[in-house]
């Protein structure tokens, strides 16, 4: 309903990446997912000043400007365009429509049935919004080019049983394996003529852009939304990505994401031989993740190439019990940012 509010966290490495069990089983533990951000999605009736999809009625927005749009309806809830940040790797950000809203929910859908659903969007860029990759090989440049995906997606409700998650347990879920895949074209267009199909000259190019995603859903009768989406690797074999449903108490106590450059190592204090790292919000470029000694000895060192954010497990077995410096230090050697580490037993 608009003026709901539901708290999510995204683990980007969980510890545990082997896909969940199908069928009838006894439990899920999850409870071992941590990050240390919290992402809000906020209902919002819709309005008229922004991009809106056809048919949609309600808006989720998520974190300070990703915004979900979607058709709710008595025959279910269904996702009809989104908002988001170069969603197909061509550009800058992107507005999507879908011809047809893919459905969001479990209604309807029994145990072992699949679901099969087809829409397309129409993404418009601009000239000066096109990566040089896409535009190398054109004799003449378009003013805008226009990328068209079919997008098809198969649902399977593949299993039942109870779900652990950090600060909650849910008694009664359903698995839930959604497939996705996308089909491209590519048109240009100039001046007031028609626009053409490119699709050949871009071949290469489409090539390179992701053929689409798998995803294994976790849905309670609680709540509308999954309370646990694990975002498969391109092989469909590992976990890559776990987003987990948060109390509403718990979440109040927790801080709230902005729009900063942070560093974060957790769990802090560290009391394993592995923890993560996760950084956000940095300018495009090559960095130094190090750590030192109080004493100022460096103890770790390792480069990464960093585009607005980094996520990262690191070996700390060989360190001692005790207090160290952490810090991310740019090309220049300048120490961009930098916070504290204690190691109880690794």
Same mark, same amino acid.
């Given at each position: 309903?608009?003026?709901?509010?539901?708290?999510?966290?995204?683990?980007?490495?969980?510890?545990?990446?082997?896909?969940?069990?199908?069928?009838?089983?006894?439990?899920?533990? @999850?409870?071992?997912?941590?990050?240390?951000?919290?992402?809000?999605?906020?209902?919002?009736?819709?309005?008229?000043?922004?991009?809106?999809?056809?048919?949609?009625?309600?808006?989720?927005?998520?974190?300070?400007?990703?915004?979900?749009?979607?058709?709710?309806?008595?025959?279910?809830?269904?996702?009809?365009?989104?908002?988001?940040?170069?969603?197909?790797?061509?550009? @800058?950000?992107?507005?999507?429509?879908?011809?047809?809203?893919?459905?969001? #929910?479990?209604?309807?859908?029994?145990?072992?049935?699949?679901?099969?659903?087809?829409?397309?969007?129409?993404?418009?860029?601009?000239?000066?919004?096109?990566?040089?990759?896409?535009?190398?090989?054109?004799?003449?440049?378009?003013?805008?080019?226009?990328?068209?995906?079919?997008?098809?997606?198969?649902?399977?409700?593949?299993?039942?049983?109870?779900?652990?998650?950090?600060?909650?347990?849910? #008694?009664?879920?359903?698995?839930?394996?959604?497939?996705?895949? @996308?089909?491209?074209?590519?048109?240009?267009?100039?001046?007031?003529?028609?626009?053409?199909?490119?699709?050949?000259?871009?071949?290469?190019?489409?090539?390179?852009?992701?053929?689409?995603?798998?995803?294994?859903?976790?849905?309670?009768?609680?709540?509308?939304?999954?309370?646990?989406?694990?975002?498969?690797?391109?092989?469909?074999?590992?976990?890559?990505?776990?987003?987990?449903?948060?109390?509403?108490?718990?979440?109040?106590?927790?801080?709230?994401?902005?729009?900063?450059?942070?560093?974060?190592?957790?769990?802090?204090?560290?009391?394993?031989?592995?923890?993560?790292?996760?950084?956000?919000?940095?300018?495009?470029?090559?960095?130094?993740?190090?750590?030192?000694?109080?004493?100022?000895?460096?103890?770790?060192?390792?480069?990464?190439?960093?585009?607005?954010?980094?996520?990262?497990?690191?070996?700390?077995?060989?360190?001692?019990?005790?207090?160290?410096?952490?810090?991310?230090?740019?090309?220049?050697?300048?120490?961009?940012?930098?916070?504290?580490?204690?190691?109880?037993?690794?």
């Amino acid at each position: 309903m608009s003026g709901d509010f539901l708290y999510y966290q995204v683990d980007r490495s969980p510890d545990i990446k082997d896909v969940p069990n199908k069928g009838k089983v006894k439990f899920w533990d @999850y409870s071992f997912l941590q990050s240390p951000y919290l992402k809000t999605h906020k209902f919002l009736a819709n309005s008229k000043k922004d991009f809106l999809p056809p048919k949609s009625n309600l808006t989720m927005s998520v974190g300070n400007e990703d915004k979900y749009f979607f058709q709710s309806a008595k025959t279910g809830f269904f996702l009809a365009g989104y908002s988001l940040e170069d969603p197909f790797g061509l550009g @800058y950000r992107a507005n999507v429509a879908y011809t047809n809203p893919l459905k969001t #929910n479990l209604s309807g859908l029994k145990m072992g049935a699949v679901a099969t659903e087809v829409s397309e969007t129409y993404i418009n860029y601009g000239i000066d919004n096109i990566k040089d990759d896409f535009l190398k090989k054109l004799p003449v440049l378009p003013d805008s080019i226009r990328l068209n995906v079919l997008i098809t997606r198969r649902t399977r409700l593949d299993g039942s049983g109870r779900l652990f998650l950090p600060d909650i347990t849910l #008694n009664t879920c359903y698995r839930v394996t959604r497939e996705e895949t @996308y089909d491209y074209t590519i048109d240009t267009k100039t001046g007031n003529l028609r626009w053409i199909d490119a699709t050949d000259i871009f071949r290469e190019n489409i090539n390179n852009l992701p053929g689409g995603k798998t995803q294994i859903l976790f849905y309670n009768d609680k709540y509308t939304l999954p309370v646990l989406f694990l975002t498969l690797d391109t092989e469909s074999q590992k976990i890559s990505k776990a987003e987990y449903l948060v109390p509403a108490k718990v979440a109040l106590l927790k801080n709230k994401p902005t729009g900063n450059p942070d560093i974060t190592l957790y769990p802090n204090p560290a009391y394993t031989k592995e923890i993560k790292l996760e950084v956000t919000n940095i300018q495009p470029g090559r960095y130094t993740f190090k750590i030192y000694s109080l004493i100022g000895k460096l103890e770790k060192a390792i480069p990464y190439y960093i585009n607005n954010s980094k996520f990262d497990t690191i070996d700390i077995s060989d360190f001692k019990p005790g207090i160290y410096i952490y810090a991310l230090v740019d090309g220049s050697g300048k120490i961009m940012l930098s916070k504290r580490l204690t190691i109880i037993s690794p």
